[in-house]
């Protein structure tokens, strides 16, 4: 696809980026990109463990336009915040902050492959709130490997080709590039220094509008659809606490992932379960709880570390095997205070076992069930970010008010940060235009 048939298209997301393209000539080769924000329903912190979310795809988004230029440099201008970034791509240098990760995707896509001969122009825009928890970063990593593909040494690369062989096999890879764990025959790096999952990745990319995914992460895989029911009206509220992946928000992300990894690591040790996650060992014929609480008071190195890896283990299991199995049930049979019942609970375990609420987390969910909701929860990383809620859609605009509202009243200094939309599930990332291997990808 060229520019000019981008330019044909008139399509409402990208028209008011063209103006910035003046200068390019039509025939050049192009995409045009749409990469939504996501929800997390539940599933905190279950992903990287071999667990299951519960995920959609959010309105939110970022929208751009990449073209194909003569020299190997990877150029982004953020419409939105007036970033730019010239990224040499022979090779590509590590990079920090909001660079790292674009710098993140070239890195691994161009791993194993000839030096480029060519780069890609991308401006984009967005309004996914920032550091909100609605996973703006990763959304930028996939807008970023997705752009690159106009790079035919990223397209035609034999090791991407060799390692990822489907839509999953995508999700989990862009989660191993924000990570930097190897994937497939292609060795990891540095990556953003967030030692996570691909549970963003997966809904951003795999979300279906309208419907809320099952997902499992080990492999990446849709295991259920939930039709949003149209009764029902999806609320979001930023706390103004910003939970940037790339401060101090990292270290204690990574604690949790860390005490995740040495349960799943020791098990995997012990009875030869792969992956070495908590979610393969549950599955194991050789998993009792009597095993590992064996376990852990082996592993642990005080009173204080066996407290946490239980605490750890402990809100894991009864995501995945409780809360998550009941809030399906609840769902498909409407019963929507049964559904409540299983939020709440999956909120209190994020409080007081997994550590990674603050005071401003918790109030938005207690204010929002104080507004009318039938159910809230905080979501993303933890220690800062969102909440949902789940309101009636007759009288939603209400309680989207009534809880904007009181959260404001009750913390005027997060006032300037803190958001409050309707949402709804949307689609997952959208491409016009996308060379041949990447469709291909997107379709299996």
Request: aromatic share 8%; net charge negative.
């Amino acid at each position: 696809m060229t520019l000019t048939d981008i330019r044909h298209r008139r399509n409402a997301w990208i028209l008011d980026l063209l103006p910035l393209l003046e200068d390019v000539s039509g025939d050049v080769e192009a995409m045009a990109l749409r990469v939504p924000g996501r929800v997390e329903l539940l599933g905190k912190h279950t992903d990287y463990a071999g667990g299951i979310s519960l995920t959609c795809a959010s309105t939110r988004k970022m929208t751009g336009i990449a073209v194909r230029t003569d020299e190997p440099v990877f150029e982004m201008m953020d419409l939105s915040s007036g970033q730019r970034m010239a990224l040499p791509l022979a090779p590509p240098p590590e990079m920090q902050g909001w660079y790292a990760y674009p710098s993140a995707a070239a890195r691994r896509l161009l791993s194993h492959a000839p030096t480029p001969s060519s780069g890609v122009r991308l401006v984009f825009r967005g309004d996914i709130p920032s550091a909100s928890g609605m996973s703006s970063s990763s959304a930028l990593l996939v807008l970023s490997a997705l752009a690159l593909f106009m790079v035919p040494e990223v397209a035609s690369n034999p090791r991407l080709k060799e390692s990822v062989r489907s839509v999953g096999d995508w999700c989990a890879f862009l989660g191993a590039v924000e990570s930097g764990y190897d994937f497939g025959s292609m060795t990891g790096g540095s990556g953003v220094g967030l030692r996570g999952g691909s549970q963003d990745h997966t809904a951003i990319v795999m979300g279906r509008e309208g419907e809320v995914g099952l997902f499992g992460y080990h492999p990446v895989e849709r295991l259920l659809t939930l039709a949003w029911p149209g009764d029902m009206q999806l609320l979001i509220g930023v706390s103004g606490v910003a939970a940037p992946k790339a401060t101090s928000a990292r270290e204690r992300y990574n604690t949790a992932s860390d005490l995740a990894a040495r349960i799943g690591q020791e098990f995997a040790r012990r009875h030869g379960t792969s992956p070495p996650v908590i979610g393969a060992a549950m599955e194991s014929e050789a998993f009792e709880e009597g095993r590992i609480i064996e376990l852990i008071d082996a592993i642990a190195t005080s009173a204080e570390d066996r407290t946490a890896l239980w605490h750890r283990f402990a809100q894991f299991h009864d995501e995945c095997t409780v809360v998550i199995p009941g809030v399906v049930d609840a769902w498909q049979s409407g019963d929507w205070s049964a559904f409540g019942r299983y939020v709440a609970r999956s909120q209190q375990m994020a409080d007081e076992w997994l550590g990674n609420q603050v005071p401003e987390t918790n109030r938005l969910v207690a204010q929002a069930l104080e507004a009318g909701a039938v159910a809230a929860s905080s979501f993303g990383a933890g220690f800062g970010g969102a909440a949902w809620a789940i309101a009636r859609k007759e009288g939603a605009e209400t309680v989207l008010e009534r809880w904007r509202a009181a959260y404001e009243t009750a913390c005027p200094e997060h006032r300037v940060r803190s958001v409050f939309f309707t949402d709804e599930p949307a689609e997952g990332a959208e491409v016009l235009g996308a060379p041949a291997s990447l469709s291909a990808l997107l379709a299996g």
